[in-house]
């Protein structure tokens, strides 16, 4: 498990890796890429469940 120390190293490498102007754009992206596989896999159970329905 990471500790304290162990983070705040990781936050280091991060700033100096992509500076801090880009570390909220990054993390936006992120965030917009989570997002659109939760959306896809939700897609995806509807379309098992709608062919489910369909052959009974």
Aim: charged residues 30%; positive net charge.
């Amino acid at each position: 498990m990471l500790s304290l120390p162990h983070l705040l190293l990781v936050l280091l490498i991060v700033l100096l890796v992509f500076g801090a102007g880009r570390i909220p754009r990054v993390m936006g992206d992120i965030g917009k890429g989570i997002r659109a596989m939760r959306e896809g896999l939700k897609g995806d159970e509807q379309t098992k469940i709608d062919d489910k329905d369909k052959n009974p």
